[in-house]
Structure formats: C-alpha cells, structure tokens
C-alpha cells in the first residue's frame, strides 16, 4: 500500500472521527436542553436550517428547545428522536427536514426513495405529537444555482409529500420560505445563500416561524 494513499485514509478516519465527536457532544447538550424544557414552550427539529435558528423566543413562549442537528435526513432524524427522553410537553414543535433526502446520492427521484422518505416523516410525526400540543411543518427550502451534489426538481416533490402528511395528521405545513424562492420554486433568489445550501440570514427565518407559529397559537387561546 502506497504511503501517499495510507495518509489519506488517516485524514479520511480524523475526519470522520471528528464529526462523530461533534455529533455527539450536540446530542449530549440536545439530552440537557430536553431535561431542562418546561411545559408550553416551542420544539425545533429537523436539520441544519433548523439547528441554525437557535433558541430565539417564538409566539412569546421561553427561548426555544432546538433539537435539530446538521446532516440529518429524516431518517436519522426519527432514529435520533426515538432515543431521547420524552420532554415535558410544548405548545409547538416546528420540523424542517428534506434538503439531506434530495442529495442526489440517495436518488430522489425514485418512487422508493419518497417512499421511504414519507415513512420516516411519520415515525418524527408520531413522536412530535407525544411531544407538542400543535406540530409545524416546513416546505423544503430552496437551493443555491450551485448545488449540483442536491436536485432542485425533487424540492418541490418532497414539500408536497410533507404537505400530504400535514394533511393527514391535521398538522400546520407552511412554507417560511416562500419570499425568497425563485420563479421555479427549487431555487433560491440570487444572493440569499451563503453556500448554495444555508442561508445569510436565519433571523428572518425565526421570524417568519414566529408569525406563523404566533398567528395559529393566538386562535386556540
């Protein structure tokens, strides 16, 4: 075996050893923000975007419980929520998930692909309802011109599919990104990503769950 190649498959095993550390001291603090949670507050899960967000304060409940993490597709999702300890209860959960599921590596386009993607989507639904009094759902967010590695096509599919299981729990879908879609709904308005995937400004995205969030739980009081 080559030296040159042995020194990539250290850096390669540093690397993923790296993320694997990252990831679970993330889970660890996701663990102690869960036990910490007191009853009527706000759930953010999902993926990055969702992790990204923080803790802001939406709907006028206490900083936000955030156990989103980056990288997941909606199957790591439900597999890591189905590990935690059930939280005292929230008023809301809001999930983001989807932009890891259409990577082109896993084939979005394929019928068994969504399927899959939809039975996950349950699994985090039916956990997210022993959790929180009403559950938000985000329509997929746009992608940058220059994320070849992720199909812009399937943003729109996999929203729908997400739309379709909101309707069939009677959970909100809503699409907090909507003002900064292109014309072809896939992609994002020139300037608003910071690396064809995340956004500049995940402020502006608190704050349009905020108002959403806000708008639903003032109508049930």
Excluded at 39 to 48: D, E, F, R, T
Excluded at 140 to 150: C, I, R, S
Aim: aromatic share 4%; hydrophobic share 45%; net charge neutral.
């Amino acid at each position: 075996m080559h030296a040159p190649f042995v020194h990539v498959l250290v850096k390669d095993w540093r690397n993923r050893s790296l993320l694997r550390q990252r990831a679970d001291a993330r889970w660890r603090q996701i663990r102690i923000d869960l036990a910490a949670a007191v009853k009527g507050g706000v759930l953010l899960a999902g993926n990055s975007h969702a992790a990204l967000i923080g803790h802001p304060q939406i709907a006028g409940r206490p900083p936000s419980i955030n156990i989103a993490a980056g990288g997941l597709t909606a199957r790591g999702c439900a597999k890591r929520m189905a590990r935690l300890d059930t939280p005292a209860r929230a008023d809301a959960a809001v999930l983001i998930i989807g932009t890891n599921d259409i990577a082109r590596r896993h084939r979005p386009e394929r019928p068994a692909t969504g399927r899959r993607f939809e039975a996950d989507v349950r699994r985090i639904l039916a956990i997210l309802s022993r959790w929180s009094e009403h559950i938000f759902v985000a329509a997929v967010p746009p992608l940058g011109p220059e994320a070849a590695d992720h199909d812009a096509d399937a943003v729109a599919t996999f929203s729908d599919r997400l739309e379709q299981l909101c309707a069939e729990g009677q959970h909100v879908f809503f699409d907090p990104f909507a003002a900064i879609r292109a014309s072809d709904g896939g992609h994002v308005r020139a300037g608003l990503l910071s690396d064809d995937i995340h956004l500049d400004d995940y402020a502006a995205l608190a704050a349009e769950i905020d108002r959403v969030v806000g708008s639903v739980l003032d109508a049930t009081l």
